[in-house]
């Protein structure tokens, strides 16, 4: 696989790897970050989130607890009870942050827990013991699902699951086996979700709209229009450069830029620790919430989230206004119809700052007014509030060619 820090960049894509590296920094604090990346069929979406694999910094846990008990917060059944003494005695260990992935053939048990038939069939010392699943596993780190909307649709006892999961921060689990008492066990663990929504059976939001509102965000993953750009990705994955990075891969050679990208996370972990919202910031996003009518808390939660994670790895020192606009599509995207989405952007970016962000109290035209309305949209352009849902983003549906 091609290294995340070799992979190309273009403006389609851009979100979704500031969205990866902003999840990785939250997880890394215990603060998990659910993205889901939409789009056209074999764009990259996958690719993108597979690569960060390669990125993802160590974690410290309790000694071989397949938990990832954190050594001064042990939450396993196995480690939760211990006094500071009794974990230092035990001992701890580094290991790269987990980053598991959900199939769509994986069964209840294989992703909540079961019972280990190991132990239970060792002839000199049988015991029932639960084995955890893909989900406990995964705790501090990140777990992958790829055509979430087709998971979605088939296997709703996984959904149940997920929604569990990803319903609070951390989340829950309930284990449980016949014969066995149930485990109950907290789970940090930020989802990572990709789906085509033009594919059958559709979008997400339309299939189960509880999970779909868990996701804190949701980048569209637009393709490639650059001749440059695509002639890079062909040379990458031609047939001599998988051979060279075969051998480079056989040499156990990290590439320096993944290294790079690692040492970064740590630093912008420790950044987002000590980071805030201001709270004329807080104030807006509340206003926000209010004036739109918008639904979910959720969606103000991960605004707040994401704008101080995302000045955070463009490293600013405190989160700015344009940090929260330029989250509102990626939060808002699976949460609101179309209409309501363009008029909050044509509200934070048609006027300015001074009229379209903090000024929230409606006003009555002047003559003045009206001029500047005039002046200001007299240009060759045409203002987005004029332009539809269907010309500003196009699906497969539209770049199809039609049949017949």
Not at 182 to 187: K, Q
Not at 190 to 199: K, L, Q, T, Y
Request: aromatic residues 4%.
């Amino acid at each position: 696989m091609i290294p995340f820090s070799k992979l190309e960049r273009y403006e389609g894509n851009e979100a979704l790897f500031d969205l990866v590296t902003m999840s990785i920094v939250s997880s890394l604090v215990g603060e998990p970050l659910h993205i889901h990346a939409e789009g056209l069929r074999g764009t990259g979406k996958t690719t993108i989130m597979r690569a960060a694999r390669g990125i993802v910094p160590n974690i410290t846990r309790i000694k071989n607890c397949v938990y990832n008990c954190d050594p001064e917060n042990p939450h396993c059944p196995h480690h939760r009870h211990l006094s500071p003494e009794e974990v230092a005695a035990i001992g701890v260990e580094d290991v790269p942050m987990p980053f598991l992935e959900i199939s769509h053939s994986a069964k209840v048990g294989t992703i909540a827990g079961s019972i280990d038939l190991a132990r239970l069939t060792d002839t000199a010392h049988p015991e029932a013991q639960l084995l955890p699943g893909i989900i406990p596993q995964a705790h501090r780190g990140i777990i992958f699902i790829d055509e979430i909307n087709r998971l979605a649709d088939t296997s709703p006892e996984i959904t149940d699951i997920l929604l569990d999961v990803m319903g609070n921060k951390p989340g829950h689990l309930q284990i449980e086996e016949a014969g066995l008492p149930v485990v109950d066990v907290e789970v940090s663990v930020s989802v990572w979700a990709a789906s085509n929504p033009d594919e059958d059976p559709g979008p997400l939001e339309e299939i189960r709209r509880q999970l779909s509102d868990r996701f804190d965000m949701v980048c569209y993953m637009g393709r490639p229009t650059s001749v440059d750009v695509l002639s890079q990705m062909l040379k990458e994955n031609s047939h001599s450069q998988k051979i060279k990075k075969d051998k480079e891969a056989a040499n156990l050679s990290p590439s320096d830029k993944d290294q790079l990208y690692r040492q970064n996370i740590i630093k912008w972990g420790n950044q987002y620790e000590k980071a805030d919202l201001p709270d004329f910031l807080r104030n807006y996003i509340a206003r926000l919430y209010v004036k739109h009518n918008l639904e979910s808390i959720r969606a103000i939660e991960a605004m707040q989230q994401g704008a101080v994670l995302y000045s955070t790895i463009k490293n600013r020192d405190q989160a700015m206004i344009s940090d929260v606009t330029h989250m509102i599509p990626q939060v808002l995207k699976h949460r609101v119809d179309g209409d309501t989405l363009i008029k909050m952007i044509n509200d934070v970016d048609v006027r300015g700052s001074r009229d379209g962000i903090l000024n929230f109290k409606s006003k009555k035209n002047t003559p003045e007014k009206k001029k500047e309305d005039t002046e200001y949209f007299n240009t060759a352009g045409r203002p987005l509030k004029d332009i539809g849902r269907n010309e500003l983003i196009n699906t497969e549906k539209t770049l199809a060619p039609k049949e017949g």
